[in-house]
């Protein structure tokens, strides 16, 4: 994959530098060591998910792409999460992306290894169970209550201002118009969900084709 502007390693250096600007704690040596040792896997997963969104160029990450560069952030983290158990090193990365992207995502969750974010300002994710080419927006939510996991099929869409709480589920295909809330509830696989009345929602068949649209399938 081609870095525009980089190399692996002065991107690793540059990553660095932004942690030290954000964390100033005198760690940027120790992390630009750690970066340097799992920035190829990193760099390999963004390009796995870099060349199947339709609307990137394939075979190409820009650092100054905000939505390419808010993943790779968390691919770094988690890599360096998985690979040493390093949290310190995995929390300030993700307090860079918190920082750069206004964007919680977790080091420690599962995301898929293809999916897109058109604008990452206000999304929170919690450690929920997410499906491959996942379509996320501005200030979209999946959160937990309690033990309550929600369950995010493959090739979902959330489209601003949603949200999926609690024991939800939602299915293969489906798409969450604007403003969707699901809380404890269900989403047909296929379904594309509105607002209804007295907090509830409204269901009709998603477009087939939606998905095209974002990703190459």
């Known amino acids: 994959m081609k870095l525009i502007d980089h190399s692996p390693a002065s991107l690793a250096d540059y990553t660095a530098a932004q942690v030290a600007a954000v964390v100033p704690d005198g760690s940027r040596d120790a992390m630009a060591a750690v970066i340097g040792r799992h920035i190829d896997e990193a760099l390999a997963r963004v390009g796995h998910c870099i ?28 890599t360096i999460w998985k690979q040493e158990r390093d949290a310190g090193a995995a929390t300030r990365l993700f307090l860079l992306n918190k920082a750069l992207n206004a964007i919680d995502l977790f080091y420690e969750i599962e995301m898929p290894k293809v999916f897109f974010i058109g ?11 997410y499906g491959e080419h996942l379509v996320l927006y501005q200030n979209s939510t999946v959160g937990r209550h309690r033990t309550d996991i929600p369950v995010v ?24 118009s604007q403003g969707s809330r699901v809380v404890n509830a269900e ?31």
Request: aromatic share 12%; charged share 15%.
């Open 51 to 78: 060349d199947r969104v339709a609307m990137w160029r394939a075979g190409e990450f820009n650092y100054l792409h905000s939505s390419q560069y808010c993943i790779y952030l968390y691919y770094l983290a988690n």
């Open 119 to 129: 604008h990452s300002v206000g999304i929170v994710l919690a450690k929920a169970t």
């Open 153 to 176: 099929g493959e090739g979902v869409i959330i489209y601003p201002n949603s949200a999926v709480i609690g024991r939800s589920r939602v299915g293969d295909g489906a798409v969450l």
């Open 187 to 217: 989403v047909p696989a296929g379904a594309m969900a509105f607002p209804g009345e007295n907090g509830g929602l409204t269901f009709r068949p998603a477009p087939s084709d939606l998905l095209s649209d974002y990703f190459r399938l």
